[in-house]
């Protein structure tokens, strides 16, 4: 079992920055393939950006690429997201994600066996 508490949303202005984490829990963290996603409303929940465990293999949507980081930390139990030229289409609740089956890097949401609560980020114009 991995539980995921994701934690740094807010309210930025285009342009700006914000860095998303995601505490996990669970002795087995470090085998997890993780991801983050993003939903909007009415819309379906969307891949962003994921890493396997080794962080080794990265991968982000076409959206994001350049502008979004993804990065762990196996000896702190952490994932990260750091968002830079953030854009007000970026505006959403972001979701921490855990896949169960390592090395892979999958944008599948079906394919993620744990996710956190989420956390909001609004990007004003």
């Known amino acids: 079992q991995v539980q995921l508490v994701e934690s740094g949303g807010g309210l930025v202005q285009a342009g700006g920055s914000l860095r998303l984490s995601c505490a996990a829990s669970?002795?087995?963290?470090?085998?997890?393939?993780m991801g983050w996603f993003r939903q909007a409303p009415g819309k379906e929940r969307e891949f962003v950006a994921g890493i396997t465990w080794s962080g080794s293999r990265l991968n982000y949507a076409d959206s994001v690429k350049g502008r979004f980081t993804i990065s762990r930390d196996n000896t702190k139990n952490m994932v990260y997201l750091q968002m830079n030229s953030l854009k007000p289409e970026d505006t959403a609740v972001y979701y921490c994600a855990a896949d169960s089956t390592p090395f892979r890097v999958t944008s599948r949401v079906d394919e993620y066996d744990y996710w956190g609560q989420g956390t909001q980020v609004t990007v004003s114009s």
């Open positions: 669970g002795r087995t963290f470090s085998t997890y393939g």
